[in-house]
């Protein structure tokens, strides 16, 4: 038997005087802030339940635990770009919880929409076609004078530094 996973999807924006602090703000806002951010790739194992959460829904831990998740990123600096970032996933037809994550980034809401679709449509037909859409996150945000950042998240799991293998 498989315990269950559960996988929370939140998004966040935020505005800085450099990218890097505007990244830092839409961390914050999608409640990952405090973490040290591990890239996944794509795969959902089996067992899993993917949850949309708001920021403050997040997984919690300590300060500067490591959090294991996918996630993407967009920024834009020029006043009028916007920047924008979504996540969606599949859920294998099976019911088994397993499944698949994509990610995108782009200059509009349409560009990321379409991007996840193909996407998750190509990921799918490379494995047999068995995997059907679940769900999808998209976050967006215009530059006004200050960069701006937009992320979406899907944390998996939170790690202290003592329970990571040296």
Known sequence: MTDTLDIRVSTGTGTGRTTLSAFDAALSAAGVGDFNLVRLSSV??????????????????AHGDALYCVYAEAH???????????????????????????????????????????SLDDL??????????????????????LPVSAVVVATFRRAGWQDLPL
């Open 44 to 61: 959902v194992p089996p067992g899993s339940i993917v949850h949309e959460v708001d920021g403050r829904d997040q997984l919690q831990g």
């Open 76 to 118: 834009a600096s020029l006043p009028g770009h916007e920047a924008w970032a979504g996540i969606a996933w599949s859920a294998h037809e099976d019911g088994s919880g397993a499944g698949l994550f994509v990610e995108h980034e782009g200059p509009s809401h349409e560009q990321v929409a379409v991007d996840l679709t193909h």
């Open 124 to 145: 799918s037909v490379t494995r047999g076609g068995v995997y059907r859409p679940a769900g999808r996150l998209i976050a967006g945000i215009t530059c006004d004078t």
